[in-house]
Each structure stands twice: as C-alpha cells, then as structure tokens.
C-alpha cells in the first residue's frame, strides 16, 4: 500500500522558518492530489494544504501567504516551505492524500515555534 514518511520539523523562534519534506514509497503518490495537514496538542488534525498532482497548491487561510508547497513527482516527494511561523503553527505535521486521507498516516513531523 505504500508508506509516507515526513521529516523537516523542529524547533524555531517566532518569525523564523522551516521546510518540510514528505517522502511516499510505493506507486501512491504522482496520480493523487496529496495534502499537507497538522495536529496540534489538544485539537483535531486539520488540513493545511492540498497540492495537486502537477503542483498547484491551495492553502488554508491561516496559511496563506506564509507557506508553499512543491512536489517532484518522479521522485514521490513533496515540501512544504513555512515563513514567518507563529506559536499557532506549533503541531505535528501529516501528509496524506486529500481530500480522502485513505493511507496509513505517517510518523509525522513536529515543529514546535517558541522563543
């Protein structure tokens, strides 16, 4: 079925930056529109972004303008680049297909935005 794996995540001030990377194994990834989501402590995971198979990616609002996403299909990979993180943005952070999360979540990626 295919597994995804995210790393990228940390530690970081306000105001800073950090990029994350989704690596899918397995014949999962290039055909899908694949999303970005995010769990923070206490809360339900919500989805952050959804990039579509050729790239174009939609944000959600409370991202908007901070982050972008890219994804290099024959190498089943996708990044999210996040400016400007506030302490909302401290979650763990999921990939997944979208707008149906229908394989096995991820490790997934912490970052926790704290001066």
């Known amino acids: 079925q295919g597994q995804l794996v995210e790393s990228g995540g940390g530690r970081v001030q306000p105001g800073g930056s950090l990029r994350l990377t989704c690596a899918a194994t397995?014949?999962?990834?290039?055909?899908?529109?694949m999303g970005w989501y995010r769990q923070a402590p206490g809360k339900q995971r919500e989805l952050v972004a959804s990039?579509?198979?050729?790239?174009?990616?939609n944000f959600a609002a409370f991202v908007r303008g901070r982050f972008t996403s890219s994804r290099v299909n024959a190498e089943n990979t996708m990044s999210l680049q996040m400016n400007n993180l506030g302490s909302s943005d401290t979650a763990t952070y999921y990939c997944?297909?979208?707008?149906?999360?229908?394989?096995?979540w991820g490790p997934g990626t912490q970052v926790i935005v704290s001066s």
């Open positions: 990039v579509m198979p050729r790239g174009i990616a």
């Open positions: 397995g014949n999962i990834f290039s055909e899908y529109i």
């Open positions: 997944n297909r979208t707008p149906d999360p229908t394989l096995p």
